[in-house]
């Protein structure tokens, strides 16, 4: 028996991810709580395939964008820097956008607008093959949202 049916007062689940998250939405519709007035679902990501599941409403109503593109170029900047000897932030602050249906059109038009565009890594050279450290310690970096 699952979560649905052994907490029949469950009105609520967000997802680590939004593939988890979509994976617990198709319950909440065999379920029959499909309704957005009474269940939330959400996620983490903003994969296409939630944005497309939130634009049909139902419960499942919100994803977070976390920007990974991002995330990725700080940490590439972040483990050169290190590598180099350089120094690197150890805290690094990402603007978080909440996705849902009242700005959703908004947010993929945006996103539209983004791709394509190029991210500057010019000058991240590492010299990695000639003069690979033997052990690196690295100290902690955080990713927080805005």
Request: net charge positive; proline share 5%; with cysteine.
């Amino acid at each position: 028996m699952g979560w649905l049916q052994v907490h029949s007062d469950l009105n609520m689940i967000v997802g680590y991810n939004d593939a988890t998250a979509l994976g617990a939405y198709q319950a909440v519709i065999a379920a029959g709580k499909n309704d957005p007035s009474t269940f939330f679902v959400g996620g983490i990501d903003a994969t296409p395939d939630a944005l497309a599941v939130i634009g049909k409403g139902g419960a499942y109503q919100a994803t977070v964008d976390i920007q990974p593109r991002v995330m990725g170029i700080q940490a590439i900047r972040t483990i050169v820097a290190v590598l180099k000897g350089r120094p690197y932030r150890q805290t690094n602050p990402l603007k978080c956008t909440l996705v849902n249906r009242t700005n959703l059109a908004e947010f993929l038009q945006s996103r539209s607008a983004k791709t394509g565009e190029v991210d500057d890594l010019t000058g991240l050279e590492t010299g990695w093959s000639q003069n690979r450290p033997k052990c690196l310690k690295l100290k902690p970096i955080h990713f927080l949202p805005l």
